[in-house]
């Protein structure tokens, strides 16, 4: 193989591959209160639906959002159940199911399995010191519901410690607080390709601007 077309290989190579800003959360001291906190975030609840109080949003919501993950979730079952338990999750943990979805997008690109260079998991991207600080040696982080549930809290967790500011926690998520690359992506993505309206709000505010 000669020297250009190595180059050639070599760009072609980095051109494909996934773009991964996956960096991981830092270790660090919990207080009583918040380790119990966190604890009961976890306690186990069966997921059945989507956190939504009628059935025509949640059928309205996950029509929309399967259309948009179908070309990253092409197995229609397994993308109504990751989304039936990430917007459950995110909504019991107090963070917004589309906010989650960007996060992901930009931490794992949708990927189950997916292992970032200092060992953070799963969808998204939960570093293992979790377990052992708030859960137990039976949780495992590629699991749909206990990664989600996971990202989901410890999300939230930051957000309370940065007192809203959601570009400092989400700095404090991917380990890069201070910069703001992440937190740029991951609401780049949210608004670019997540954000949702739901169609009696959009209905309503057309009629309001015709009037």
Excluded: C
């Excluded at 050639?8 to 996956?22: E, F």
């Excluded at 338990?85 to 199911?97: F, N």
């Excluded at 992440?182 to 009629?207: C, F, I, M, Q």
């Amino acid at each position: 193989m000669n020297k250009a077309t190595h180059i050639g290989l070599l760009i072609a190579t980095l051109l494909l591959a996934p773009a991964s800003y996956a960096g991981g959360q830092r270790e660090e001291a919990l207080s009583a209160n918040v380790r119990s906190s966190l604890q009961r975030g976890l306690a186990d609840t069966p997921i059945t639906r989507t956190a939504f109080s009628n059935v025509a949003d949640e059928t309205a919501w996950l029509k929309d959002m399967s259309r948009r993950l179908a070309k990253r979730m092409p197995d229609e079952a397994e993308r109504l159940e990751f989304l039936t338990t990430l917007h459950w999750e995110a909504s019991r943990a107090g963070v917004d199911p589309q906010l989650l979805l960007g996060l992901i997008q930009v931490e794992s690109g949708f990927r189950k399995y997916a292992v970032s260079p200092v060992g953070a998991r799963g969808y998204t991207q939960v570093m293992p010191f979790w377990v052992k600080a708030i859960g137990n040696p039976e949780h495992n982080l590629f699991q749909l519901r206990t990664n989600l549930r996971y990202g989901a809290l410890i999300l939230r967790h930051y957000i309370d410690i940065e007192r809203g500011d959601l570009y400092r926690a989400l700095g404090r998520f991917n380990g890069s607080l201070g910069r703001p690359e992440y937190p740029n992506l991951v609401v780049g993505a949210w608004k670019r390709h997540w954000d949702y309206e739901p169609a009696a709000r959009s209905a309503n505010r057309t009629t309001a601007s015709r009037s």
